[in-house]
């Protein structure tokens, strides 16, 4: 079972601001870390281990990326991009031309991760998914709280942020180079941790998957996980056209099975950002009035799908007739 944030999310993306790229510097094979601060020097919103950043780029598509810096930096977020040849574009725009200096849209900081107070952690992280991780071990490490790290990659070279990790933290941090090493023994990590540990588990979704079975006895607020690929989803529940009326816009819209909610509410004049549209970032939850939803994201926990009051409208659709959406 996947376990998502169990803490208030944020009912909408706060208006976009712009940034600024401070500096870009290779951190690993195919990872380019960037600094971005306030174009004046501003404070940044505050933010805790485990949030994401929307970023607007300039080719005007919008990326969610989790921050990797110092949350007590006010001034500036770090965040670590993997060039991603079969992706949207979006980190080959990061790597290939996006330079300091550049500005980049912000469409606000969320956290569907955040870190639960626990007796200790495991964090289990697989590649990039290293990123959300490292803010949960500086506050685990400044907190005293017992804490392991289990860190996979293709390569050596390509585990961003490996040698400080090792430098600041020692036989803490344990490296697994697929190359070396082969795949992360799970078993041995997970089959019986310590009482009172919580797993938290970024990385691609095999790896999610093999944790998820590893853990599948354990209670599920014991494993938190956070994915950047959609979930399965079954068919909706509902095969026929319903309506969405926009409260405060003042408009109702149709939205016929081919076409999502996401789209027929923009269509009627709704400004709702998006970033995923695969239901796995949150940067679309739009608070619901009135009606059922049909919760079909990978972001919610089970509590606030049975609450109904928001919805992911990028991929979530309508048990019932009409849905009424605070925009
Ligand atoms: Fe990512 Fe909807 S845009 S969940």
Redesign the pocket.
């Known amino acids: 079972m996947v376990v998502h944030n169990l803490l208030p999310s944020p009912l909408r993306p706060t208006p976009a601001l712009t940034l600024r790229v401070r500096s870009k510097d290779v951190v690993a094979d195919g990872v380019v870390s960037l600094v971005l601060d306030h174009p004046d020097g501003a404070r940044l919103p505050d933010w805790t281990p485990g949030a994401h950043i929307d970023l607007v780029l300039p080719d005007a598509t919008t990326r ?1 990326y989790s921050l990797c810096g110092d949350r007590w930096d006010p001034y500036s977020y770090r965040v670590a991009i993997l060039r991603e040849p079969a992706g949207r574009g979006g980190s080959a725009y990061v790597h290939d031309r996006l330079m300091p200096g550049d500005p980049v849209g912000f469409g606000g900081a969320h956290n569907h991760f955040p870190l639960v107070p626990s007796d200790r952690y495991l964090f289990v992280a697989g590649g990039i998914g290293i990123t959300p991780l490292l803010p949960m071990i500086h506050q685990a490490a400044s907190t005293g709280t017992d804490w392991q790290l289990l860190y996979g990659g293709r390569t050596r070279a390509s585990m961003a942020f490996r040698d400080d990790l090792t430098d600041s933290y020692g036989d803490r941090v344990h490296l697994s180079p697929q190359d070396e090493c082969g795949l992360l023994d799970l078993a041995a990590w997970l089959s019986e941790p310590p009482p009172g540990t919580t797993v938290y588990c970024c990385g691609p979704a095999p790896l999610l998957a093999a944790v998820q079975e590893a853990c599948a006895g354990r209670p599920p607020h014991r494993l938190r996980t956070e994915r950047f690929t959609a979930a399965d989803r079954s068919a909706p529940v509902r095969r026929t056209p319903f309506e969405v009326e926009l409260r405060r816009t003042g408009r109702t819209v149709t939205v016929t099975p081919d076409t999502s909610v ?1 789209h027929a509410v923009r269509r009627a004049g709704a400004e709702v ?13 739009v608070p619901v009035i009135e009606g059922t939803p049909d919760h079909r ?1 990978a ?1 919610l926990a089970d509590h606030e799908r049975a609450a109904g009051d928001c919805m ?4 979530s659709r309508s048990r019932s007739d009409r849905l009424v959406l605070d925009l």
């Open positions: 969610q996401l950002l998006s970033s995923c549209e695969q239901g796995t970032c949150g940067t679309c939850l994201d972001v992911m409208p990028c991929v």
